[in-house]
C-alpha cells in the first residue's frame, strides 16, 4: 500500500500528488501562471521514497523587508552634522537621507514624496532632525529609535521654502523663503508662529527693488534677539526680533551666496557672486571694511581685482591660539577653465587650495563647541561632492584628509555584476583582509575619524559573508558583509593580465576597444577551493587561484575558436552581426551582393584566430592574493569577432572550466592547460535534437555602420546572460536616472526586444542615432516556432533587455508598427541557441546509469538541457598526464524558457554541493606542501548504501521550474512560475537548514518556492523592476538574504526570512546615545557687562501665539506624521523601549477613558432631555379620554 502524504496536501492545493510521470521531457500538462502542475502515471523509481521526505520550510519562515543600504548616497544635496552627538546626515536629489555615524552606524531613510532634500538641520543633542524637501515641506525626523520616522510635517502652500536656520538649544525654527519672507515654526507642535517678518518691513521704504529670496538667517552670537537676514541680490538686515524693526540695513551690488559670523558678533563675512568676500562691521555697515577676492589677479594699475566664479558658500571660524580660519567653496579665476572643483583654506596669510575630484555640494567647519559665541576652534572640514565624502584634518599644516572607513567608493568604477557569499568559510575573511592590507595608501591623518557618534554591536547572527562586486573597468572588489556591515577586504584589478591598449595602434585597435574592454561580465568563485574565475567583456575568460606567496611568472593563455559552423550551410551570409568587429578590416560580406551603399569598404586582410587583447608575454610579478593561472579567450573566425560569453561554471574538483555564448560551448582543463572541448550547441544534441531546424533565406543586404563596429563598452552584452547585465552601459556608468535616458537607452541596445510594449527592437528604425542597429540577436519570437506572434506582452530577459512597464494600449501599438520588418522578422527558428546556464556535480548521466559520474549539466536559451558525461583519470597522478574526456550523454530535457539556474538534491531532499578540492598554496615554500596530493571532497549522495540510489536534479528557467528524478529522469514537479512575465534571477538557497528555490521576477515579485515539491511559500509583488540595473544586479544568497545595486552608487540588501526580521532590530545600529550636553564658557564680568545685551530673550513669550496670534492657515498646513508608535514598536527592546511603550499605551488608554466619560455624558444628558420630552407629553395627555385623542 503507497504511503500518502497528508501533511502536504493541508499545505496547500498545490500539493504533490503520490504518483510521479514515468516520462522525461517537459512531464505533460502546463497550468496558468504561478500553479504547480504533477503529471500523472505510474508512479516512477522514486515514487516512495519521495514521499518520505519531509519539509520543514513553511511561509511562516519567510517575510521581506530591506536591511541595510551600503554606498555613496545617490545625488547628493544637503549636507548636516550634529557637534554633541556626532552624526552626519546627507540628503539627496531623490528625498533619501543617509545618517552615519561610527563605523557599523548607517541609516537610511526616505521621504515618501520623492521631493530632493534642500537643507537638513540637527535639533543639537535632542536625537532629532529637521528636513526641508522641495516641495516646500519641513518634516521632524525621530533619531531616538533604530528606524528613524516623521514626528511631523508642515507643507507651504502659498511659499516656497529657501533656508532655514535652528539656533542651538532653541525650539523655534526661522524659515526664510522665495518671496523674501521670513516665518516662525514652533518645533514641538510644528504649528507657524503669527509672527513674520516681511520682507517689505525688513528693506527700507525707498527701495523700489523686491531683495529677492531669502539665501541665509541666523542670530547674533552677541544677542540671539538679533536676526541676521540675508537677500540673494545683496542686502543685509538685521532685525531687532523684540521691537520689530530693522536695527542695520548692509547693501552690496554683488549677490550674495552666504554670510558667517565672527563669535563675538561684532563682524559677519558674506561670499558674494564675483568670488569677492567682503567683511561687515555692525559699527559701519555703510560699506564693507574689508573686501577681497581671494583668487583675483591683481591689477597692476590698481584697479580692483578681476572678477572669479562664485563663491558659493564661506565659513569664518575663529581660534582661541591662532589666526581665523576662512574657509570656501569656488571662487577660482575664470581663465582657469579646466581646474578642478577646489575647497580654499585661508588661515592668516596662509591659503591653501584643495583640488577636489568631484564638484563640490557643500561643506562644513566641525568645531570644539556648539555654542555660537565662544571661540569655535575648527578642527576638521566635512566636504560634500557629487561622488564622494572626504573629512580634512585642519589641525596639522598640510591638511591631510582622513581615511574613510565606510563603504562609499562601490562605484569607484561602474558595477558591472555582483555577487553575494553568506554562511561562507570562516577563515576567508581575515585571509583576505591580510592580503588586501598590503595595498593600503598612506598620507592619511593619524587622528580618529571624527564622525563618531552613535552605538553599534555584532547581533546575534554573525555568520561571514562575503560580497563580490565586478566593475567596468575590470577590477573586482571582495567586501567583508558580515553583520550588516560593509567594508572593503581586497581588491583584483583583471586587467593586469592583458598588455595595455596604445593609442597610436591605429584605428582598428581603437574601435574595438573604445570604451571599458576589461569590463567584468560574469565571476564564479568557489569559496572552498578559493578558485576565482572571471569572464570579461572582450570574450575571455581568466582562472585565479589564491595564493599567500609573491612570484614572478609568465602567464599561460590559451585561444578557443567558437564560431557556429553550420551556419554557412544554412544561410548563405552569417544572420548575427558581432557586437564588436573591427570595422577597418571587417569584409562587407563575401556573400554580400547588393553593393549597398552603407556598407563599409573593405581594409585589410580578414581577420582570423586573432583574439580581442593581447595577453603580456613576458614574466608578471604577482603579489599575494588572487593570481592569474590561465587566460582563455575566444577568436576571431573568418572575419566574424567572438560573441560574448553567456555562461561560466568552474569546478576545482575536476579542474575545469566551461563556458558558452550565442555559438555553443567550451570546456577547458586548466590543470593541463588545454582545450577539452569546443563546439556548436546543435553538435552537443548529436541526433537528439528535439527541433527541426530549416534553412532561411538570406537577406538582401545588410547594412553596416562605422558607430555599430564599435565595442561600446557593455552595451552589445549578448542578451541571453540572464544573471548579469541586460541593458545597454550608459545606464551603468551615467549617474542619471532620468526617463529619458531609460528611453534611449532602448531604443540604443542592440540586444533589446520588446517588452511591456515599448520598442526596443534591435532594428528598430526609430533609434536615438538614427541608423539601423545591428541584430546582435534574433527576437525571442523567432524561436518559438510557427503560429507564435513576433510580439507579446513580455519576453524572455535572456534575449531582451527589461523596459520600464508601459499600461497604455497606444504605446503599444505604437511600438509594434516600429518592429522589424516582416522580411527580417522570419518566424521560423533561429538556428542558434545560446547556453545560458552551466553546472558541474556528480550526478547520473543516463537513464540506465547505476552510480553517479561527474557531469557538466548545460541548459540553454531555449529551454533545453544537456547532460555531458566527463571521463576524469581514476588516480591523482594520472591528472596531470592522462587527457580528460568529454562526450554527450545522450540525454535531454525540456522546460518552457531559457534555462536559469541547476541545482541537484540527495535521496533525503538535502543540497548536494558540487565536489571540490581543499584549497593549497600553489607556492608554499614547503616543498613537500608541493607534491603532496590533491584532497578532493566528493558530496556524494550515496556516501553510505542506505542512503538510496537516486537524486533529484532541480532545474530552473524563466518561466517555470521543474525537480526530475535521476536516474530515471521522471519529472515529479512542474510549477509553472509566470505566464505574462519572465525572471530574472533564479537560485537554490538553504535557509534554517533547508533548502527551497528563491525567484526574482521581472514584474517585481520575489517568490520562494520548497525543494522538491515546488510548493509556492512567498509571493510578493516587492520591487517593481524600474531601473534596469536592478535587474542586472540582483543575486539570492543562503541564510534567507539577497541584495541589489538600488542606484549607481549604493547596495542594497534585504531578507526574505522571517528570523531575520525579528532580529533585524538587534543588528542595526543606535544613532542616539545620551551625551551631556557641553557646558558654556564662563564669559567672565566685563563681557557680560559690556559684550552684549543683558536683557535675556524670551522666544516663547515673543513668538507664542498669545503674544504673536495664529498664522494663517491657508499659509501652511501640518500633517501628523506616523513616527511616533510606529518608532516605539520598532524600538529596540530593554528599559527605555518599555518605558515609552508603556506611557504610551497608558495615553491611549487615557484618551480612551477620556472617549468613554464624553459618550457617557453625551448618554446621559440625551436620556435626561428624552425623560422630559415624555413628561410633556404625559401632562399633555392627562386628563383627556380615550377618544379625545
Excluded at 192 to 216: C, R
Excluded at 479 to 495: C, G, P, R
Aim: aromatic residues 8%; charged residues 20%.
Amino acid at each position: 500500500m503507497k504511503k500518502f502524504n497528508f501533511r502536504k496536501v493541508l499545505d496547500g492545493l498545490t500539493a504533490s500528488s503520490p504518483s510521479g510521470s514515468s516520462g522525461g521531457g517537459s512531464g505533460g500538462g502546463s497550468g496558468a501562471g504561478g500553479s504547480s502542475v504533477h503529471p500523472g502515471g505510474t508512479a516512477g523509481a522514486a515514487g516512495t521514497p519521495r514521499d518520505e521526505i519531509q519539509e520543514t520550510l513553511t511561509s511562516d519562515y519567510f517575510q521581506i523587508c530591506k536591511t541595510v543600504r551600503h554606498g555613496f548616497p545617490y545625488l547628493p544635496t544637503a549636507l548636516a552634522f550634529d557637534p554633541v552627538q556626532k552624526i552626519l546626515a546627507i540628503g539627496t536629489r531623490t528625498g533619501a537621507i543617509r545618517i552615519l555615524g561610527r563605523p557599523g552606524v548607517d541609516c537610511y531613510c526616505q521621504h515618501e514624496s520623492g521631493a530632493a532634500v534642500l537643507q537638513l538641520q540637527f535639533l543639537i543633542n535632542e536625537g532629532a532632525l529637521v528636513s526641508a524637501s522641495a516641495d516646500d515641506a519641513l518634516h521632524l525626523w525621530n533619531l531616538r529609535q533604530k528606524r528613524p520616522a516623521i514626528l511631523h510635517s508642515l507643507k507651504f502652500n502659498r511659499e516656497r521654502i529657501t533656508y532655514c536656520h535652528l539656533p542651538f538649544q532653541s525650539k523655534w525654527l526661522y524659515v526664510g523663503t522665495e518671496r523674501g519672507n521670513t516665518h516662525i515654526v514652533n518645533i514641538e507642535s510644528f504649528i507657524l508662529s503669527g509672527y513674520v517678518i516681511m520682507w517689505n518691513k525688513a528693506i527700507e521704504l525707498s527701495t523700489k527693488t523686491h531683495p529677492g529670496p531669502v539665501v541665509h538667517l541666523s542670530d547674533s552670537p552677541r544677542d540671539e534677539g538679533k536676526l541676521l537676514i540675508g537677500y540673494e541680490n545683496g542686502t543685509v538686515v538685521l532685525w531687532d526680533l523684540r521691537s520689530k524693526r530693522a536695527d542695520l540695513r548692509a547693501y552690496y551690488d554683488e549677490a550674495i551666496h552666504s554670510v558667517a559670523w565672527h563669535h563675538e558678533g561684532k563682524q559677519f563675512m558674506c561670499s558674494h557672486s564675483d568670488g569677492s568676500l567682503t567683511l561687515w562691521n555692525l559699527k559701519s555697515p555703510n560699506r564693507p571694511f574689508q573686501t577681497t577676492i581671494p583668487h583675483g589677479k591683481i591689477q597692476r594699475d590698481g584697479k580692483k581685482p578681476e572678477s572669479c566664479k562664485p563663491i558659493l558658500k564661506v565659513e569664518y571660524k575663529t581660534c582661541k591660539s591662532s589666526e581665523p580660519f576662512v574657509i570656501f567653496s569656488g571662487g577660482l579665476s575664470y581663465d582657469k577653465a579646466c581646474r578642478r572643483p577646489s575647497l580654499t583654506i585661508m588661515h592668516g596669510k596662509a591659503i591653501t587650495v584643495l583640488e577636489m575630484d568631484h564638484p563640490i555640494v557643500d561643506f562644513l567647519t566641525l568645531c570644539e563647541t556648539p555654542y555660537p559665541n565662544e571661540f569655535q576652534e575648527p578642527y576638521a572640514v566635512v566636504v560634500l561632492l557629487e561622488k564622494d565624502l572626504i573629512v580634512v584634518d585642519l589641525t596639522q599644516s598640510n591638511f591631510p584628509i582622513f581615511e574613510n572607513p565606510y563603504p562609499i567608493d562601490i562605484h569607484e568604477s561602474p558595477v558591472t555584476c555582483t555577487e553575494y557569499f553568506a554562511d561562507c568559510p570562516p577563515d576567508l575573511i581575515p585571509v583576505l583582509y591580510s592580503v588586501g592590507a598590503k595595498h593600503k595608501k598612506q598620507g592619511y591623518s593619524n587622528k580618529e575619524w571624527p564622525i563618531s557618534g552613535g552605538a553599534w554591536n555584532l547581533g546575534a547572527q554573525t555568520y561571514p559573508e562575503i560580497i563580490i562586486t565586478g566593475h567596468a573597468d575590470g577590477s573586482v572588489k571582495f567586501w567583508d558583509a558580515s553583520a550588516i556591515t560593509l567594508q572593503m577586504l581586497y581588491k583584483l584589478k583583471t586587467s593586469k593580465v592583458f598588455e595595455k591598449q596604445k593609442t597610436g595602434e591605429g584605428k582598428a585597435t581603437a574601435e574595438i576597444v573604445e570604451e571599458d574592454p576589461f569590463a567584468v561580465q560574469m565571476m564564479y568563485w568557489c569559496p572552498e577551493s578559493r578558485i576565482f574565475c572571471v569572464a570579461g567583456v572582450s570574450a575571455y575568460v581568466i582562472v585565479y587561484r589564491f595564493s599567500k606567496h609573491e612570484v614572478n611568472t609568465e602567464i599561460s593563455s590559451l585561444e578557443v575558436r567558437l564560431q557556429y559552423e553550420v551556419e554557412d550551410i544554412i544561410t548563405p551570409e552569417p544572420e548575427i552581426i558581432p557586437p564588436f568587429p573591427d570595422a577597418s578590416s571587417q569584409l562587407p560580406s563575401l556573400k554580400n551582393l547588393s553593393g549597398s551603399t552603407n556598407t563599409v569598404a573593405c581594409e585589410g586582410t580578414m581577420k582570423d584566430s586573432i583574439p580581442c587583447l593581447s595577453v603580456k608575454t613576458r614574466p608578471v610579478r604577482m603579489p599575494p592574493g588572487y593570481q592569474a593561472d590561465l587566460v582563455i579567450q575566444l577568436v576571431w573566425v573568418d572575419g566574424e569577432p567572438p560573441q560574448q560569453i553567456t555562461s561560466l561554471a568552474v569546478n576545482s574538483a575536476y579542474g575545469l572550466v566551461a563556458f558558452g555564448n550565442c555559438n555553443g560551448l567550451a570546456v577547458v582543463d586548466f590543470m593541463q592547460k588545454t582545450v577539452l572541448l569546443s563546439m556548436g550547441t546543435l553538435d552537443l544534441y548529436g541526433s537528439s535534437d528535439p527541433y527541426q531546424r530549416q534553412p532561411r533565406s538570406p537577406r538582401k543586404s545588410k547594412q553596416f555602420a562605422a558607430d555599430n563596429f564599435c565595442m561600446r563598452g557593455l552595451s552589445n552584452f549578448y542578451p541571453d546572460l540572464t544573471k548579469r547585465i541586460r541593458t545597454s552601459y550608459q545606464s551603468l556608468t551615467e549617474l542619471s536616472d532620468s526617463p529619458v535616458s531609460l528611453e534611449l537607452e532602448r531604443c540604443k541596445s542592440p540586444t533589446s526586444d520588446h517588452v511591456n510594449g515599448h520598442c526596443t527592437s534591435p532594428t528598430s528604425q526609430s533609434c536615438s542615432s538614427g541608423k539601423r542597429l545591428p541584430s546582435a540577436d534574433v527576437s525571442k519570437a523567432n524561436r518559438r516556432g510557427p503560429g507564435r506572434p513576433p510580439f507579446r506582452k513580455a519576453q524572455s530577459a535572456a534575449c531582451m533587455e527589461i523596459s520600464l512597464p508601459v499600461t497604455t494600449e497606444e504605446n503599444r501599438e505604437n511600438s509594434f508598427s516600429r518592429s522589424r520588418s516582416s522580411s527580417v522578422s522570419s518566424i521560423d527558428r533561429d538556428s542558434k541557441e545560446a547556453i545560458t546556464a552551466l553546472y558541474f556535480m556528480e550526478s547520473f548521466a543516463r537513464k540506465n546509469d547505476s552510480a553517479v559520474s561527474s557531469c557538466l549539466w548545460v541548459g540553454t536559451g531555449l529551454g533545453m538541457v544537456l547532460i555531458l558525461s566527463l571521463n576524469l583519470p581514476a588516480s591523482d597522478d594520472l591528472r596531470q598526464s592522462e587527457p580528460v574526456m568529454v562526450s554527450p550523454s545522450g540525454t535531454v530535457l525540456t522546460l518552457k524558457g531559457p534555462v536559469l539556474t541547476f541545482a541537484c538534491l540527495d535521496c533525503m531532499g538535502t543540497l548536494t554541493h558540487p565536489p571540490y578540492e581543499v584549497w593549497r598554496d600553489p607556492h608554499s615554500a614547503d616543498d613537500g606542501e608541493k607534491t603532496r596530493k590533491r584532497k578532493l571532497v566528493m558530496h556524494s549522495p550515496s556516501s553510505s548504501q542506505d542512503m538510496g540510489d537516486h537524486q533529484f536534479a532541480v532545474i530552473c528557467s524563466e518561466k517555470q521550474a521543474k525537480v526530475f528524478s535521476l536516474p530515471s529522469q521522471t519529472c515529479l514537479y512542474v510549477h509553472n512560475i509566470t505566464e505574462t512575465s519572465f525572471l530574472l534571477r533564479a537560485d537554490v538557497v538553504t535557509l534554517c537548514n533547508s533548502v527551497c528555490l528563491a525567484c526574482f521576477c521581472a514584474n517585481g515579485h520575489i517568490m520562494t518556492l520548497s525543494l522538491p515539491s515546488l510548493r509556492p511559500l512567498l509571493d510578493i509583488n516587492y520591487l517593481p523592476v524600474t531601473d534596469m540595473r536592478i535587474a542586472r544586479t540582483f543575486c539570492f544568497t543562503n541564510e534567507g538574504q539577497a541584495l541589489y545595486l538600488s542606484s549607481p552608487t549604493e547596495i542594497q540588501r534585504l531578507t526574505y526570512s522571517q528570523e531575520m526580521c525579528d532580529n533585524l532590530q538587534d543588528m542595526l545600529g543606535d544613532l542616539f546615545t545620551p551625551v551631556e550636553t557641553p557646558e558654556a564658557q564662563n564669559r567672565g564680568f566685563l563681557k557680560g557687562l559690556f559684550g552684549g545685551s543683558g536683557q535675556a530673550f524670551d522666544r516663547e513669550e515673543l513668538f507664542g501665539e498669545a503674544t504673536a496670534g495664529k498664522a494663517s492657515r491657508s499659509l501652511a498646513q501640518h500633517i501628523p506624521g506616523s513616527g511616533g508608535i510606529e518608532g516605539v514598536r520598532g524600538a529596540a527592546g530593554g528599559v527605555i523601549g518599555d518605558l515609552t511603550r508603556a506611557r504610551i499605551a497608558l495615553d491611549e488608554r487615557g484618551q480612551k477613558l477620556g472617549e468613554l466619560d464624553e459618550r457617557t455624558a453625551s448618554m446621559m444628558a440625551s436620556a435626561e432631555a428624552f425623560s422630559k420630552h415624555a413628561h410633556e407629553v404625559m401632562l399633555k395627555y392627562k386628563d383627556k379620554k380615550w377618544y379625545q385623542f
